[in-house]
Nanobody
Framework: QVQLVESGGGLVQPGGSLRLSCVAS????????MGWYRQAPGKQRELVAT???????NYGDSVKGRFTISRDNAKNTVYLQMNSLKPEDTAVYYC????????????????WGQGTQVTVSS
């Protein structure tokens, strides 16, 4: 069984920083892409950032230049460093593991974490 567990969320003032972590555990052979998405109340879930197994990154327009995604393949862990946070960054942040294989001969599937709340407020 595969689990994704996020941590690092919380309350921060505007202009502050937070670092989110997401660990994928269980029977894992390989993971293709990993990423972060967020959902604010009353809004659809949106892309924050993704990173491939080779380290290629992609960011949502609203976070470019402020957030940095990184990954430790050996630990099946993805990080999101969030700087210069704004109130509009307030949301539940979800981790996603895309194309995760539990055995080399099986096709990959996508897995999601339960989410961690980030609140930016003074």
């Amino acid at each position: 069984q595969v689990q994704l567990v996020e941590s690092g969320g919380g309350l921060v003032q505007p202009g502050g920083s937070l670092r989110l972590s997401c660990v994928a555990s269980g029977s894992i052979f390989s993971i293709n892409g990993m990423g972060w998405y967020r959902q604010a109340p009353g809004k659809q879930r949106e892309l924050v950032a993704t990173i491939s197994s080779g380290g290629s990154t992609n960011y949502g327009d609203s976070v470019k230049g402020r957030f940095t995604i990184s990954r430790d393949n050996a630990k099946n862990t993805v990080y999101l460093q969030m700087n210069s946070l704004k109130p509009e960054d307030t949301a539940v942040y979800y981790c996603k593991a895309a194309g995760l294989k539990i055995q080399w001969y099986l096709s990959g599937n996508d897995y999601w974490g339960q989410g961690t709340q980030v609140t930016v407020s003074s």
